[in-house]
């Protein structure tokens, strides 16, 4: 019986992964392997074998991720410091691991670098719960077995040595380009270029791959053999056994300057993955052992999650791993054309097409789920942008950086070369710049798509093929929200308050199709993909209650990435807003040719009055405590017949003593401030009488938000809570209101 080692490799993927839903003992599992392995002894030729070892395979992976719970099972402080390196840094997260425990920890506004030791004080983070169709932050939590904090403040007490960034890249036009090339440092980018990569889909060709991975071990391999075999033929040595060791030594310094070259880009996740494939492929070379494709991705991947679990949930080791199975499946056919007798050149371009296909068809389903986008043009891009960005900028840029010490003209000329290759690359993309294609996935949709992927490429009959490939086609087309979700026509407003974390974000759909956001949050991935499985493409008026950051951060990436036709703000900006958040905000709007409007100018407009809709706050009120951004709050009534809806914003004691000669009796009440001790006074709820009080606050948040005597006011009401009902949609007609929860 002969057993792959992919089969192996991935089943112990598969007990990391499931580890959350069964969640064994590490006793246990000790026990279940060592009772498999008494089987496996005894029923040698037994017809059960694979069947055994693939369970010892999933116990084996359980056993892992199980046996380093333990690191967390005491409970933090409320507040505390952690001294740890760095394992693992992406955008604003950072796994920390010390010698007494592992937590990941989220930075503001970006993470310290990996390989870093930091001195970090942090506090409770408070999570968010999955949104409909979105990734199960808790089931991620649970699985990945860490303490989620939030960093207050912290310290990098050392830096791992790595390269620096070379001085001619300075005066060259796109240097953070060829930077970005080296290091996959992308601060230095022009940001009207790195949009024009990410609508073309060629962002990916900045990134730390297999590419720039591979491209330094061939390129050692070839040096150390060339001048090996060019001494051994000088001095005459030239035999079989020295051929031997000759290829050796260059496999070796393949598999150094690839582990090098990671550790000097800070092993991000694809340079992991290909690190390790040129390792085992060398190792295998080495002892003239036969590895497919498919058993060094295995072992490649077993070997990252092994080391560490978390990674599973990495999108970057999602990506790349998704990259190179695409490239295995769907390659093949592109082998299929190439000849003998055709040049090289037209055998090199039909392995070039073919992978750029494979890649991009192997990541798909991902990007479909994660992005709710996918690039038009993607391929016709990459075929433009791959040869002139990876094959002869990035060796070029190498090649300047290592001549950077020995001879300064030498690299300057490199450098100069490369930049004019990246100027011919962007021109050619030019023409290819389109907006992505919009489309609504949700996972299972995902897990379709993966389903007809594989149906695509391994199918043996050719009409399975095509009616797997119109399918898709057709799954693809069905997502794509060209027109406005249909919506009940009874239904005159749907308002629904999205489970944002410790924070507000509520959406309004009118029954004419128009789209408002009401607030967006704190900083979340989850905002903009959720608007997009909705179908909402363009938001009709961005409200902002008040500047702060559990309200407004979310609304950065809306204005970046969705069409918005105005952002209404409470006040307008101060001397003292001067390069504060709230400024930036205000400059992104400009950016994006988006209106601003002041809340309580619109009061008499035609639109709003048309919709029932008042402002009832701030007017010209102003107040002088420190809680001033609270009270000047944006406070929305909206009538639909006889039922009302009242936005509350953050407001506190002082601003509800004005409002209650203003409002009257609402059916749903968007409690303020989150339910804190500080809103929601008896007399402003005794007028109120609310129906539904609905409570947008952050699970197991630092605040002990909602306050035990906020509820008892609010007692005779039905209190809703985004962090025990999820999302909260609430349906209005002129004669009832009617809620949905995702959780009873």
């Not at 060094?296 to 599973?312: D, F, K, N, Q, Y």
Request: proline share 4%; glycine share 8%; aromatic share 10%.
């Amino acid at each position: 019986m002969q057993l792959r080692i992919r089969e192996t490799a991935i089943l112990i993927i598969i007990g990391i992964s499931t580890w959350s839903v069964w969640q064994p003992s590490v006793i246990s599992l000790q026990v279940g392997i060592v009772t498999y392995g008494l089987m496996l002894w005894l029923l040698e030729r037994s017809h059960y074998t694979r069947l055994i070892v693939w369970l010892m395979a999933l116990l084996l992976g359980a056993l892992r991720i199980s046996s380093i719970s333990t690191a967390n099972e005491h409970d933090l402080e409320s507040d505390q410091h952690t001294v740890g390196w760095v394992v693992h840094s992406v955008y604003r997260t950072a796994l920390i691991e010390s010698e007494t425990e592992r937590l990941k920890v989220q930075f503001y506004p970006e993470a310290p670098k990996q390989g870093e030791l930091v001195a970090v004080w942090h506090q409770p983070f408070d999570q968010h719960i999955s949104w409909r169709g979105g990734i199960d932050h808790q089931r991620r939590a649970t699985a990945e077995r860490l303490q989620y904090r939030k960093a207050k403040d912290w310290v990098v007490l050392s830096s791992p040595q790595r390269i620096t960034q070379p001085e001619q890249l300075l005066d060259l036009k796109h240097g953070g380009v060829l930077w970005a090339l080296l290091s996959g440092d992308k601060s230095g980018i022009d940001p009207q270029i790195k949009k024009q990569l990410q609508q073309t889909g060629t962002s990916h060709l900045l990134a730390i791959s297999g590419m720039h991975i591979g491209l330094v071990a061939g390129c050692a391999y070839g040096l150390v053999h060339w001048v090996l075999g060019w001494l051994l033929l000088v001095e005459g040595w030239q035999n079989g056994q020295l051929n031997r060791w000759r290829h050796r030594l260059g496999l070796s310094a393949s598999m150094a300057i690839a582990i090098w070259y990671g550790e000097q880009v800070g092993w991000p996740a694809s340079a992991q993955r290909a690190t390790l494939m040129v390792c085992l492929f060398c190792l295998g070379k080495w002892f003239e052992l036969s590895f497919s494709l498919w058993d060094v991705l295995a072992l490649a991947g077993v070997c990252i999650v092994w080391v560490e679990p978390s990674m599973l949930h990495d999108l970057g080791f999602q990506l790349s791993f998704a990259a190179v199975i695409g490239i295995g499946l769907f390659g093949q056919y592109a082998q299929r054309y190439t000849k003998k007798s055709n040049p090289r050149l037209v055998n090199g371009l039909i392995l070039s097409v073919g992978m750029t296909i494979g890649a991009t068809l192997g990541t798909l389903p991902l990007c479909a789920w994660i992005f709710q986008s996918l690039p038009v043009t993607g391929v016709v891009a990459n075929l433009f942008a791959t040869p002139f960005l990876a094959t002869i900028a990035v060796p070029l840029s190498m090649l300047g950086l290592m001549l950077d010490v020995l001879w300064s003209w030498g690299s300057l000329l490199c450098f100069v070369v490369a930049d004019a290759s990246v100027e011919l690359g962007v021109w050619l993309l030019e023409p290819c710049v389109m907006e992505p294609l919009p489309i609504a996935f949700d996972q299972w949709d995902m897990v379709m798509a993966v389903l007809l992927m594989l149906g695509i490429s391994l199918g043996r009959w050719f009409w399975i093929r095509i009616g797997c490939g119109m399918f898709l086609l057709g799954l693809v087309w069905l997502n794509t929200p060209y027109y406005p979700v249909e919506k009940n026509k009874d239904v005159a407003l749907i308002a629904t308050f999205l489970p944002i974390g410790q924070g507000d974000a509520t959406l309004l759909e009118w029954e004419d199709g128009e789209v408002w956001l009401v607030d967006g949050g704190p900083f979340t991935f989850d905002l903009v993909p959720y608007l997009r499985r909705q179908g909402i493409w363009q938001i009709d008026k961005l409200w902002l209650s008040h500047p702060h950051a559990d309200h407004m951060e979310g609304l950065f990436p809306v204005l970046e990435e969705l069409s918005v036709g105005a952002l209404i703000v409470g006040r307008p900006l101060e001397q003292t807003d001067q390069d504060t958040r709230y400024s930036a905000l205000w400059e992104l709007a400009r950016e994006k040719e988006v209106p601003i409007q002041i809340a309580h100018t619109l009061q008499s407009t035609k639109n709003l009055l048309n919709r029932g809709v008042r402002v009832l706050h701030p007017h010209d009120w102003k107040v002088d405590t420190s809680d001033r951004c609270n009270e000047e709050s944006v406070v929305i009534e909206i009538s639909v017949g006889e039922k009302r809806l009242l936005l509350m914003g953050d407001v506190e004691e002082d601003a509800e003593r004005e409002l209650l000669d203003d409002v009257r009796k609402v059916d749903v009440l968007k409690v303020a401030h989150h339910g804190s001790r500080s809103s929601s006074s008896p007399d402003l709820i005794a007028l109120l009488q609310p129906t539904y009080s609905v409570i947008s606050v952050g699970v197991n948040n630092r605040f002990a938000h909602p306050h035990p005597e906020t509820l008892w006011t609010l007692r005779d009401s039905k209190i809703l809570r985004t962090d025990i009902n999820g999302t909260i949609e609430i349906q209005f007609t002129p004669e009832k209101v009617v809620t949905f929860v995702d959780k009873p």
